[in-house]
């Protein structure tokens, strides 16, 4: 389908990325909350999309305690854009 | 017809569970508005006084706003686990157009009133300042609130810092050089 972005088409990937375009960075267990997945599934879809260049992500501190920081990239940011506006397209279309 | 847009819907629901947790450190206004007053005041002075100690107290002034600008920024990313470069952007730049108005307004005001020694006046035009600034910062809270996506950027903390301490040293080089 053109336009649909495989990397963030999976619905947990389409929602990691959709959260992160509110805040310019978060917290690793911040984002687990909100996603309700465990660390593993949220880990294993960060290390993939940070490969994709989508996210970034860093380590720092959050309440006295090392963490993971991740937020989207430019280019992360407008794959979303995209990915969302040909699923809009998609849905009218089948509608 | 529901169901079929369940994807976005779901990525919908993952951004509002985290943004309806989202709160402002307790104070933060306040705090805002006393560090903003402080800065216009201590600028207001340092300008009009042309001195080495109106220089002196006119960066005091700034290291007083941006201490307190840190502080509330970290508190914010401390208690909601997030960095929004947008609110950033509102409390470092007073970037939203009422904001700058009032900012920019209250500092004239409190020049002028400055070199004519009026100081019951300036006092006014720093308060002037910090409430407008505390409130522009409400509203753009109020509007990130409603659209996350679109009020979430900002400039960096990076470009903040770059921006910060070129502000101190044109402060400086105005006040020394006039």
């Keep these: 389908m053109a336009g649909l972005d495989p990397l963030i088409h999976a619905p947990t990937r389409l929602q990691l990325v959709t959260t992160l375009s509110a805040v310019s960075e978060a917290e690793f267990a911040t984002v687990r909350a909100a996603l309700d997945v465990s660390d593993s599934v949220l880990s294993k879809h960060v290390s993939a999309l940070v490969e994709a260049g989508y996210l970034h992500s860093r380590k720092g501190v959050h309440a006295g305690r090392r963490t993971t920081w991740i937020g989207l990239t430019p280019a992360g940011r407008k794959a979303l854009h995209e990915h969302v506006a040909a699923l809009r397209r998609v849905i009218d279309a089948v509608e | 017809m529901e169901s079929r847009r369940d994807p976005l819907t779901a990525a919908d629901d993952a951004r509002r569970r985290l943004t309806a947790g989202l709160r402002l450190p307790t104070g933060f206004s306040p705090?805002?508005?006393?560090?903003?007053?402080?800065?216009?005041?201590?600028?207001?002075?340092?300008?009009?006084?042309?001195?080495?100690?109106?220089?002196?107290?006119?960066?005091?002034?700034?290291?007083?706003?941006?201490?307190?600008?840190?502080?509330?920024?970290?508190?914010?990313?401390?208690?909601?686990?997030?960095?929004?470069?947008?609110?950033?952007?509102?409390?470092?730049?007073?970037?939203?157009?009422?904001?700058?108005?009032?900012?920019?307004?209250?500092?004239?005001?409190?020049?002028?009133?400055?070199?004519?020694?009026?100081?019951?006046?300036?006092?006014?035009?720093?308060?002037?300042?910090?409430?407008?600034?505390?409130?522009?910062?409400?509203?753009?809270?109020?509007?990130?609130?409603?659209?996350?996506?679109?009020?979430?950027?900002?400039?960096?903390?990076?470009?903040?810092?770059?921006?910060?301490?070129?502000?101190?040293?044109?402060?400086?080089?105005?006040?020394?050089?006039?």
């Design chain 2, 31 to 178: 705090a805002l508005a006393t560090g903003v007053a402080v800065q216009v005041g201590a600028a207001a002075y340092g300008i009009a006084a042309q001195t080495a100690t109106g220089v002196a107290v006119a960066l005091a002034g700034v290291a007083v706003f941006l201490g307190v600008a840190a502080l509330l920024l970290h508190r914010f990313s401390r208690i909601n686990g997030v960095r929004v470069d947008g609110l950033a952007s509102q409390v470092v730049l007073a970037a939203g157009a009422r904001a700058s108005v009032a900012y920019l307004g209250a500092l004239a005001v409190g020049i002028v009133a400055a070199f004519g020694s009026r100081w019951w006046l300036v006092a006014v035009a720093a308060v002037a300042a910090g409430v407008g600034c505390a409130l522009g910062v409400r509203r753009w809270w109020h509007d990130y609130r409603h659209d996350p996506a679109a009020h979430a950027r900002g400039a960096s903390p990076r470009v903040l810092a770059v921006l910060a301490v070129v502000a101190c040293l044109g402060c400086a080089a105005l006040l020394v050089l006039g």
